[in-house]
């Protein structure tokens, strides 16, 4: 079963023993997904409780709806919301300010005439604006909208609620501030001017669900003609959470990753830093194969062997990743006998993990809980602490290595709200930057 809707169900249920497990035993009867219960109000004779579930569809919904009003014996359901759309009501950010004014005194500091002795001295050392204005402590998160989520070329303003949410994790995790830009342009040379042209108010920039193939070209050149830390968070931020995902597998079930026989399937902007990381991490035989041309040149350019089919990647890897947004595309008589096999495409993966499994795989996972969010806040607080100019394969190595060694035996990945994960990926990448500027 594969969730894509979230909804809230208000409830009602008399305080009779065993009739909160009715409605529990329901929703998992019919393959829907419990989350967070709240309870809304207790009274004399019954209780209004507020539970979040995941459903496959609409007809899920309806389905689990009229189950439970079948019921009987007094239990209501009051209403269906989507707690989702209410959380966005507003949007997600604002601007604040870190001082209060409530004097004429404080008005002077924080604007005129104050402000002026602070500019003089940014005008006459640049670096200050570091210490004195919010340019160090702030990222630019820039979408075109061209790949937003599984959604595909929705545009810019439909994916804003994904850069919003890309700035809530930075503020939350890390303290950085996550300002979205979006741009009415995917056309390589008018995105890198206009990112070359905002970016002196940022201390680095975020490209975010900006579509293969024209995402590298665009990152490419950004890295080389800024100053300031640039990272293509759908490459190299999957990249990392993927790389510590297979690590940890690979402790499970025995593997040793250097010496192991890695395929991948899809190189489209994920697929393809998957393995230009894993070929940074030492991976001496990296696989590849995918639909296009183009990403096929992209991945021997980089190092890859270009395979011919999915048959091809199957028999001759020991590790096997996907993502090529295919349901079903792995079947079960192509799993080999002891494979690690992580089937990324959300929310619909290329083999079920349970399918994996049983047809003989030592490890399987889906992409649930390979979450770039482990990855991309303590990156880049580690990148901007540090002051480094740009975003290396040692620093994200060191990223990756943080997130294995923050996991709990037997689990892929650590919780992504587990804020020890985030301190760990920041202190990790900061040694890496300052070592890597030694060197």
């Known amino acids: 079963m594969e969730y894509s809707i979230i909804r809230n169900l208000i409830v009602e249920i008399p305080q009779v023993p065993g009739n909160f497990a009715k409605v529990v035993s329901v929703i998992g009867s019919e393959q ?62 604002h601007m604040g300010s870190r001082r209060e004014i409530r004097s004429l005194g404080d008005l002077r500091r924080v604007y005129t005439p104050g402000v002026a002795n602070v500019c003089k001295a940014i005008e006459k050392d640049p670096e200050q604006a570091n210490y004195f204005t919010s340019i160090g402590n702030s990222v630019a998160i820039v979408t075109d909208g061209t790949a937003i989520l599984g959604l595909g070329d929705i545009g810019p303003v439909a994916g804003m609620p994904v850069m919003e949410g890309k700035a809530v994790l930075f503020d939350q995790f890390v303290g950085i501030s996550g300002v979205p830009i979006l741009l009415d342009t995917s056309d390589p040379d008018e995105v890198v001017e206009t990112i070359k042209h905002i970016h002196k108010g940022y201390g680095g920039i975020l490209l ?35 790389l510590a995902a297979i690590l940890s597998a690979c402790r499970t079930a025995g593997v040793d990753l250097a010496k192991a026989k890695v395929g991948q399937i899809g190189l489209g902007a994920a697929g393809l830093a998957i393995c230009r990381m894993l070929m940074a991490y030492g991976v001496e035989e990296m696989y590849g194969s995918d639909l296009s041309d183009d990403a096929k040149d992209r991945l021997e350019k980089s190092g890859g062997t270009v395979v011919s089919s999915v048959d091809e990647i199957m028999e001759k890897s020991d590790i096997v990743v996907a993502t090529t947004g295919v349901q079903g595309l792995i079947k079960k008589e192509q799993v080999r006998e002891g494979q690690i096999i992580l089937a990324l495409s959300n929310p619909h993966p290329e083999i079920k993990p349970d399918d994996a499994l049983a047809a003989g795989a030592a490890f399987a996972a889906d992409g649930r809980l390979v979450n770039n969010v482990l990855g991309f806040p303590g990156i880049f607080r580690g990148a901007l602490n540090a002051r480094t100019k740009e975003i290396t394969y040692p620093m994200l190595i060191a990223a990756a290595q943080a997130i294995v060694d923050s996991t709990r035996e037997g ?27 030694l060197q």
């Open 208 to 242: 975010e669900d900006i579509g293969s193939p024209h995402c590298f070209e665009i990152e490419d050149r950004l890295k080389a003609e800024l100053d300031i830390p640039v990272m293509h968070d759908d490459q190299h931020g999957t990249a990392v959470v993927t």
């Open 32 to 93: 829907a997904d419990l989350g967070d219960i709240e309870t809304l109000k207790i009274g004399t004779h019954s209780t209004i409780r507020d539970i979040s579930v995941q459903f496959e569809d609409e007809a899920h919904i309806e389905r689990v709806v009229e189950k439970i009003s079948q019921l009987g014996g007094g239990i209501t359901i009051h209403a269906v919301s989507d707690d989702v759309l209410k959380a966005h009501e507003g949007g997600k950010i």
């Open 411 to 437: 689990d892929l990945v650590p919780h992504p709200l587990d804020p020890n994960v985030h301190v760990a990926v920041t202190e990790a990448v900061e040694r890496a930057a300052n070592t890597g500027k």
